[in-house]
């Protein structure tokens, strides 16, 4: 299986600020990684699809980059509402694998 | 707009079968292959396995033994079936829409918000 590693596992923020959160895969995983938002009871959603393609609807604030093995994700003037847990995921291989995901927290 | 729903028991006992369904509505299940995910508590999130609206699916290497995903014939659900359950299967079980048949559009949208199975006596 592909290992993806997320870090940091969490991080505290205030609003306005800028957030990046990493994402390592243990092998190559081309342009199949994709950015979810996850808030607690509700649905995970895609944000970022192909390493870099916004999902519609999604804000610009978020942008992901990245190649290759290493990637990340980063949210420019963080918004009340981004308070959620962000993992990554890769598709490159049909054994579809994620990272552990980062709490971005209110500090 | 397509919306998944995953329903069923939220308790089964050690060494019987996790047995859950996703209801999809808003559109077909033609041309895309379904997934089913699980986040333990504490855990990161595991993909369980998908399955291809033609019936044919793939499951993770670590759960191939217990897994079967099937497609009710109406196509308008799947299920997922679990053997042998112990404690560490105790998580919220999601399902979703996965990528194309053609292997295009390789994420996952939509969830559902999942259901919290948990594997007790």
């Known amino acids: 299986d592909i290992r993806m590693t997320q870090s940091p596992t969490s991080l505290s923020a205030i609003v306005g600020d800028r957030v990046t959160i990493t994402c390592r895969a243990s092998?190559?995983?081309?342009?199949?990684l994709n950015w979810y938002q996850h808030k607690p009871g509700t649905a995970p959603k895609v944000l970022i699809y192909?390493?870099?393609i916004l999902r519609s609807g999604v804000p610009s604030r978020f942008r992901g980059s990245g190649s290759g093995t290493d990637f990340t994700l980063t949210i420019s003037n963080l918004q009340p509402e981004d308070f959620a847990t962000y993992f990554c995921q890769q598709s490159y291989s049909s054994t579809r694998t994620f990272g552990q995901g980062t709490k971005v927290e209110i500090k | 707009q397509v919306q998944l729903h995953e329903s069923g028991p939220g308790l089964v006992k050690p060494s019987e079968t996790l047995s859950l369904t996703c209801n999809v509505s808003?559109?077909?299940?033609?041309?895309?292959?379904w997934s089913w995910i699980r986040q333990s508590p504490g855990k990161g999130l595991e993909w369980i396995g998908y399955?291809?609206?033609?019936?044919?699916?793939n499951y993770n290497p670590s759960l191939e033994s217990r897994v079967t995903i099937s497609l009710d014939t109406a196509m308008t659900q799947f299920s997922l079936k679990l053997t042998s359950v112990t404690t560490a299967d105790t998580a919220i079980y999601y399902c979703a829409r996965d990528q194309r048949q053609d292997w295009s559009d390789r994420w996952l949208d939509p969830w559902g918000q999942g259901t919290l199975v948990t594997v007790s006596s």
């Open positions: 808003g559109a077909s299940m033609t041309g895309y292959y």
């Open positions: 092998q190559q995983v081309g342009k199949y």
């Open positions: 192909d390493v870099s």
């Open positions: 399955i291809l609206y033609s019936g044919a699916t």
